[in-house]
């Protein structure tokens, strides 16, 4: 009686153990920055950094509620150009709906794999001894891809979602009634695509989406506040004004790929270190795409899930790359291209969708 009842006591013991122990992987899982999915495996081959991770996740809605741009004043001078102080600024509530995230840009290797081809400038064949000399250790096919349009980086997200979920969860159409898939046809003729609110395939983030994750999607945590995405300028100085111009910073050094420190060249993907949710390359190495019209006025209020401006001409890019000096790879930094159909050799994506 006694042994049944220790047999008992320990199956008791298991299955609370094994409760608590799935209750603190539910909530590890439910938190910013963990694994949404591992690498993208196609044809029986891995895909190395090609893994995704929540930044809002699933069952939750994050809102959040800005006032002023004091904590700027410090970073970015007071006087300087509001496309230097990012979209939550001003008397905005900005919400948002759970959405996971490229934890790399798009490689090359990954890019040429749904697409067919490598349009990159900083590709094995284009590249001599300096780049070899200078970068022994890193992959060349896991650098970003870039010389990209906004379109193709539409189509792309529509293909990974062919190949990885059903067609049905596309988000991109070419017709009103999204029942033609948008195609590589379409972007070559420049059709603006329809997006379906409602699918979760993979999709552009929006610029809302981006910089919440480059500040590292914890509202008023310490990084929140950082200039650029993981970190901090170095001694908090200005990054830019009348007497000085921020071209490099030890801070960023470490974090990513810019004009200071790329020797004229973008490098493989996650070389440098993550932000606060794990994110790499945020800050630097290519500037991103992202779906939105470019938004000349951020107005105060209420706004759910923004995409940007209703109409346009201008597409958003964000984060900066080898290209530039370290005031172009804040996590606020603004910019635009009025040409989303002329790729360059300094832009590049990533993708995300919806939970």
């Not at 920055?33 to 495996?41: D, L, P, V, Y």
């Not at 990209?148 to 596309?170: A, H, P, Q």
């Not at 610029?207 to 310490?222: C, D, I, L, S």
């Not at 603004?334 to 989303?340: M, S, T, V």
Request: glycine share 6%; hydrophobic share 35%.
């Amino acid at each position: 009686m006694e042994k049944r009842k220790t047999k008992v006591l320990a199956a008791l013991i298991f299955v609370l153990a094994a409760g608590f122990i799935s209750i603190i992987n539910f909530r590890n899982t439910s938190a910013p920055g963990t694994s949404a999915r591992g690498n993208i495996i196609l044809d029986s081959k891995e895909f190395s950094k090609t893994s995704e991770v929540v930044v809002i996740p699933p069952r939750k809605k994050v809102t959040i509620v800005t006032s002023d741009d004091a904590n700027w004043d410090s970073i970015v001078p007071e006087k300087m150009n509001k496309n230097f102080r990012g979209l939550f600024t001003g008397k905005r509530k900005v919400s948002l709906s759970p959405f996971a995230m490229a934890q790399y840009p798009v490689t090359q290797e990954l890019f040429e794999k749904i697409m067919g081809y490598n349009p990159s400038h900083f590709k094995n064949e284009n590249l001599g001894d300096k780049y070899f000399s200078s970068c022994h250790d890193e992959n060349p096919i896991l650098r970003p891809v870039e010389t990209v349009t906004w379109f193709e980086g539409i189509v792309f997200c529509n293909r990974l979602t062919e190949y990885l979920m059903k067609k049905s969860d596309c988000v991109y159409y070419s017709d009103s009634e999204c029942k033609n898939i948008y195609t590589l046809e379409d972007s070559k003729a420049r059709i603006i695509p329809i997006v379906a609110q409602s699918k979760k395939g993979y999709r552009l983030p929006t610029e809302t989406e981006w910089e919440f994750a480059a500040r590292g999607a914890v509202y008023q945590n310490a990084q929140w506040f950082y200039s650029f995405s993981g970190t901090n300028t170095d001694g908090l100085s200005d990054v830019r004004n009348i007497k000085n111009t921020l071209f490099t910073d030890k801070n960023l050094d470490k974090y990513g790929w810019y004009r200071g420190n790329s020797n004229g060249m973008t490098h493989e993907a996650g070389t440098k270190l993550p932000n606060a949710i794990g994110l790499y390359d945020m800050s630097g190495n290519v500037w991103e795409w992202l779906y939105d019209w470019y938004d000349y006025d951020i107005e105060d209020g209420k706004v759910d899930n923004p995409t940007g401006a209703k109409t346009g001409s201008s597409r958003v890019l964000r984060g900066g790359s080898w290209f530039d000096p370290a005031y172009d790879c804040l996590v606020t930094r603004r910019f635009n291209n009025i040409h989303p159909y002329i790729p360059h050799f300094y832009f590049g994506f990533r993708y995300c969708r919806s939970l």
